[in-house]
């Protein structure tokens, strides 16, 4: 049975660059990545109190599997993806921590 995965990216960006970011990440970043099959879903959370060291953005991308999510990392949509980040940021893109999720247990409320 294939377990769900997610994969978690966390960014600090700087306040000066907050509406460049935002506009860049939802228009250009996530448009190459979504192409990628394997995709499933991407989620955005913003902090809502801001918190030293905690990285005030979060994103989530979903992926129906392990293996779909390795198809994804070795994909020419994070590829383009990766390189565009450089045209954009060059090597000051403000990633503090990246990590995969597998699901373990799940509830719904009936």
């Not at 970011?21 to 394997?38: A, G, Q, R, S």
């Not at 954009?88 to 597998?102: C, E, I, L, M, T």
Request: charged content about 40%.
């Amino acid at each position: 049975m294939q377990k769900e995965i997610i994969h978690m990216v966390a960014v600090q960006c700087p306040e000066e660059e907050d509406e460049r970011f935002n506009k860049w990440y939802d228009e250009v970043h996530i448009p190459m990545l979504i192409k990628c099959k394997t995709l499933k879903e991407v989620k955005r959370y913003k902090i809502v109190e801001e918190i030293e060291g905690i990285a005030n953005y979060l994103t989530e991308y979903r992926f129906d599997s392990w293996e779909d999510f390795k198809t994804y990392s070795e994909s020419p949509e994070l590829s383009e993806a990766r390189k565009e980040i450089l045209q954009s940021w060059g090597d000051d893109f403000p990633v503090k921590w990246r990590a995969q999720y597998r699901i373990i247990k799940k509830w719904k409320k009936e």
